[in-house]
């Protein structure tokens, strides 16, 4: 079936709200700036975040290399994921998962693709991993959530 936009503005609020979290933790972590050079350097981690979200969003269907993340900003894989861990609060890999849960939670409420599909369009390969983490952040299944707008 094709997919359809949900009526329903609370669940839109909802996977929007995961969006504007990464982006608000993001945010927090470059708001306080207190000489000339720490705002250069701010700027400068501001703009690889930046790209960091931009090759995610780019690239999140495919399997992810730390390598390919690190070496698409010309950064070693280590200082690579010091860096992100320190501007941002998390891991990488913890972004990376989060954002694409969101983009699942979001594609279940409002569009009828199977959840196989959802997961290989969304980079997911391993089914268990995905529910455990799935039912971690949200407390609940990815079936509740699609048997919840179904029935509304």
């Given at each position: 079936?094709?997919?359809?936009?949900?009526?329903?503005?609370?669940e839109?609020l909802?996977?929007?709200?995961?969006?504007?979290e990464?982006?608000?933790?993001?945010?927090?972590?470059?708001?306080?700036?207190?000489s000339?050079?720490?705002?250069?350097?701010?700027?400068?981690?501001?703009?690889?975040?930046?790209?960091?979200?931009?090759?995610?969003?780019?690239?999140?269907?495919?399997?992810?290399?730390?390598?390919?993340?690190?070496?698409?900003?010309?950064?070693?894989?280590?200082?690579?994921?010091?860096?992100?861990?320190?501007?941002?609060?998390?891991?990488?890999l913890?972004f990376l998962?989060?954002?694409?849960l969101?983009?699942?939670?979001?594609?279940?409420?409002?569009?009828?693709?199977?959840?196989?599909?959802?997961?290989?369009q969304?980079?997911?390969?391993?089914?268990?991993?995905?529910?455990?983490?799935?039912y971690?952040?949200?407390?609940?299944?990815?079936?509740?959530?699609r048997?919840?707008?179904?029935?509304?």
């Amino acid at each position: 079936k094709e997919s359809q936009e949900s009526d329903n503005p609370v669940e839109m609020l909802h996977c929007n709200s995961l969006l504007w979290e990464i982006l608000y933790e993001l945010y927090i972590h470059f708001s306080h700036q207190t000489s000339a050079a720490n705002f250069a350097r701010s700027r400068k981690n501001q703009e690889r975040l930046s790209a960091v979200i931009a090759y995610t969003e780019e690239h999140h269907a495919e399997p992810v290399k730390l390598e390919e993340v690190a070496g698409a900003l010309h950064l070693q894989v280590n200082y690579f994921c010091s860096f992100f861990k320190k501007n941002t609060g998390v891991t990488y890999l913890h972004f990376l998962n989060e954002y694409r849960l969101s983009r699942i939670y979001y594609d279940l409420v409002v569009t009828d693709i199977p959840l196989k599909y959802l997961l290989e369009q969304h980079g997911f390969t391993n089914y268990k991993l995905f529910r455990k983490i799935f039912y971690e952040t949200f407390q609940t299944t990815p079936g509740l959530v699609r048997n919840k707008k179904m029935s509304e």
